[in-house]
């Protein structure tokens, strides 16, 4: 994490805050206020906290609230203390961080709270921010989400294309199980009833079922009991998430939740 | 660049695409084809062709549209052919940018179109992605807005905290005009028509007028005539934005460009 | 790769082979020729190559047998061409990959043969040397053997020290299990029958069976059946590994794999 | 030191422990006790204090024993006290450099014991882990024995494929001779009496005696005299040791103690 | 800077310090005395306190001087407490950063000293050390020197070479108003009064005139006015500079700052 | 050599040349024509041809001199032909490290030439500019010097400040050779005719003579014989190397080499 926002002070810092350092005096100490300019679940703490803490240690920063709280417009949530060029250098480094995290913190939490009476789970996806892919799943768990895999090293995901190249359900679940290592689950995506029940043969540690109608899911649940984890995919919105956990699926993974983000204003007023 | 694609690789790959490498042959060869599933802006064709390159020299990119083109659904923008493994094991990268920066130029381009019939300019700001600044001002030019700055290195501004540490507007500009280098533009943000004399006395290039109603705006760029670029900010929408230009202010920034990012759907298909 | 070993070629290479760069003339070209000097399974051909490539693109690298393939004392396996110098320089550090690779692979696949009459896998561990896990790793795999798991990302691994903390192995499981991703396999290590059956009752995914009495791990493959996968580990060598796996056990984790390494002695002579 | 260690740490955690953080609770405190589980020569406890300290700079570090101390089954050797999470994920990495390091030195340590009534000193070669070359030669240090050089640039060793290219052993000698810095010792390899005889005429720093018999070894020996240091290298053994010392070589080079790596057994328990 | 500084730490103690651990004991304490050897402007003790810093976190470092101040033979600017061993290895590099910008400020107080009753400022240009251009451009500044651009990012320059290619300097003007951000200033560089109108009537913020007569510039000065900032360039040395000033120009710029280097000697001696 | 250049180019370009980029078209190809302004010897083609190459591999560099060469104002000694935009990039920095090799390279040509009826030979010391070593070191070797050790790694060299910490010479040299590799060398400071008995007792491979007077210098010369390699170091100027050259001394460092750099004027013209 440390080394992200190494690299994310240098973008921003470059060869000098020219403005900061040509204006403010040397060693002027002051208080800086972090505050909620719109409504949403705030996420991002300890990562602002890390930007002020690299950028001058001798900060002090002591938040109000807590990731995974509830904020709404004009609530304080935190503050920052120490020599005020150092506050202004990282301003906008770790507003950018919370910003972006609470978005998505935010955004998990609506989908979570739409089917909190059933068992499903909300997941994420690989569809990230290049480079930035933990501390949005962080952020996806901060809202009451969970997470998919972090990427293509921790588990298998036999997806359209693979089962193409391998000639068939069948062939790549064989293929893959001979191969791969006993300690990794095997995902593999179906499109149909039918892939469903290769998918079980095959004996697929998860099914996912990709962009499939209420009733084949339903179909498909009952189908798959408790001889692998079902997982429902593709085209999952705000409006149809609480119909498709009503199917019974174990697990509902929303590509949106990192792939739209809608930051949460914030700001950083000094005293 | 290649630094951060090389980076974004080693996120998503880590110790190994274990499905791919299991269940595709070693040097099977054949043809991904890049289709767009919404209509937008097509940004990212540089850098998705660096991915596939980093990730496998010998895979061949083909761009059939431009950046800065529109694309609709089911447009082919793009075939990369070589490795199915490699194909497979660059695709979400490759997208994941494409689609971000696709974003950010489609809504780019939607606040560009509003004001065509003005001499106003659309200016992104540093509410940037961590680590992706580069690539998300480079689709903002994609999607035919400008550049602000690129960080706190390259010009001076002048915001609200800076002022007040300094004891006013005079005070800041006084001290920057002495100390910054005569090669680096300064700007200062004023909030009223005082603000804005200050600001022309004081010698600023450029004079933000922040979150000022339409009248004061239309006054301030008046007085501002060609002393100063005028540059109007503070909760700028597709709504609201041509009202903005019609005051004949010269630049127009607006935070949404990239910190609501919507990416456009695509995917990529084996042949 | 190429990371880890550009970094070796600086360790070894440092500010300059004073020998070569002051004996060897400039651009003469020659021919290494690669030996084993005892007997081994061959291990580590591609690194090699990158080593001579990264030190000099302009070596040509053509091996004679394949990794995996049985080799003896002075069968030649590789030749390189190209610049003396770089050879020269290149030769340490491609010896010292492929000495300690088919070393590893070597041992790997005498413990391989020893039970290849029955389904057990030979796993490796995490006692792997620090940095080069994925080299050992893929030394494991040349050898016949397969891959635990790559690090503490990529799958559960409930040992003793956890256990205690957690207050047992039911409060262990379901805690985790509430917790971790469902992609993930949870594995839990136990050291009595009693064990195995709180570990079946949690739902582990994989069993392990720590430093068992054979007659113990013999009742306890019973017990797991199909509901989980059992794993052998503790004290195994290639004296008793049959005994082992003719208890029935699914997998057989060798921590010596990787943590006694005996390098096989290889040689390169200019022709 | 710290950047190899780091990165170290990256290959086993990578993207987050999940075992640990979802089981044990954030900021419980505990106490590990590192303990020997085979006779050794303890090497690397300032690498393990430093794998805890980079992973959590809280944890408290104390040695019951010192580098260089024998150790046997059942010695307690060190204790680390602080965040059971953090521990735990330095447990496996800070016991891989310990085992390694000491299996090092124990072998050492071994050779060394074997000359103890000779002046000849052991010392190691180039055959070193890639990467961890530096850490392999302490461990030599701490075992008793000493340092051959540190890679190609800290001193000229002329070897039989420079010999081969420069056109004999006088020839190389001049060349590097007028090249070299004043401040780098020369060595070169021989293989015969007449190879010494030319050694000396042409300088050299070191006389390496390569594979030759006792007999010609010790007529070597007197011929060198004060003249030049003496340097006995190739299947040097803990059985063939002794007699090579008894030839009156100054220096006997042993690729054994770091290309042949016997770990050291470990273990860490929480108390 | 603690990147730069450690790479140089790396380049100098490499695999080790082995003349002061084999001679100086551990944890034997002491006191550096650091002495100026001639007279100069000192700057740098920033720089070298990072450097004692990151060698041994326990080093003491308390400066005498500030940077800025004259010193002169024998006087003693700074002492360094703690272990010395680390006193010894910091040594060199302390004093290669100090002796080097130390020169720079030393010959950028002379060409501000001879131009200090005009208004005109001295500017560095980029013809500064690779990678060290940070660290040149605060010793300018520390020397009483203001700083030309840092890099080609941070303001238009518009040279000779980009003239010939756009085919005039109208041309190159229009182009560059049309692309650059709002915020860039856009210097361009003629050699004639011709120049210096259509650079006028182009809109330049600042006009550099190169290596012209005396008299041209002085009328190049008058045509200007404050339209735009001048800047004499090309062959100033501390004979003409004064008579440069002469003519009104705002900014001198003075390759010869940085391109010139030469080192204040100094010496750090223990007590 | 290639990173150090790469980071060079990082600082120069950063987030773009915007001078370029917005005035030179696209793909615009042209020959960038390098001429020398003064009188001096050539030295850097390497490096400047490799930042040429980094910056696009496109552009293709023809040098028409020789590093060692003389050259003299209006001198053509290379040629760079591809897209104008990259040869403008790339201009600065090629320059800033020729100007500065060549000064090098220039002023050692100028030692060497001093003394070049005399055996002795011209050396540098660590006196270099942080990070450019190895360049500078080179530019030593292409003006017909030689380098002393490459730092603190590669060689043994006992200081003033080593010798009264160990409490005399004899004390230093008998710790040092216990404990220090065989295959490095051993060079003392001492500054009396004491000093060089003292040091030969002791076994020291070089002795450098510091700082002595003439006379002395050529008495401890007499005493050294062939026992030690001899080496003058302390104030060696232009007037005075060739008298220090007739006492018979081996070796003479000279710190002015690197520590006054002097780059020769040189320019880059487009055709």
């Given amino acids: 994490m440390k080394e992200v926002i190494s690299r994310a002070i240098d973008e921003d810092i470059g060869s000098g805050d020219i403005t900061t350092d040509n204006i403010i005096k040397e060693r002027e100490e002051g208080k800086g206020i972090m505050i909620a300019k719109e409504k949403g679940v705030l996420a991002g703490l300890e990562v602002s906290e890390t930007v002020f803490d690299l950028i001058d240690p001798g900060l002090k920063f002591a938040a109000e609230k807590e990731d995974g709280e509830l904020i709404t417009e004009n609530d304080v949530f935190a503050y ?6 150092s506050i202004l250098k990282a301003e906008r480094l770790a507003l950018n961080f919370l910003q972006r995290m609470s978005g998505i913190a935010t955004k998990t939490r609506a989908y979570v709270e739409k089917i909190k009476d059933y068992d499903a789970k909300v997941v994420d996806t690989r569809k990230t921010t290049p480079n930035l892919r933990s501390f949005e799943k962080s952020a996806v768990r901060i809202g009451g989400g969970h997470n998919h895999r972090m ?50 043969e095959g004996g697929a540690d998860i099914i996912m079922l990709d962009n499939m109608d209420l009733e084949d899911m339903e179909r498909s649940v009952e189908l798959i009991g408790d001889k692998a984890i079902s997982e429902a995919s593709g085209g999952i919105t705000l409006e149809n998430i609480e119909e498709v956990a009503r199917t019974g699926v174990n697990v509902i993974s929303v590509g949106a939740l990192t792939h739209h983000i809608e930051s949460i204003d914030m700001s950083l007023d000094l005293e």
Same sequence: chains 1, 2, 3, 4, 5, 6.
Avoid: F, P, Q, T
């Fill in 80 to 85: 920052v203390r120490g020599d005020i060029r």
């Fill in 151 to 200: 990427g293509l090293y921790d588990a298998a995901l036999i997806k359209d294309n693979h089962i193409k190249s391998a000639g068939g359900i069948r062939e790549a679940l064989k293929k893959i199980d001979d191969e791969v290592s006993h300690i990794k689950k095997i995902e593999i995506e179906v499109e149909s009833i039918e892939g469903v029940k290769k998918a079980l």
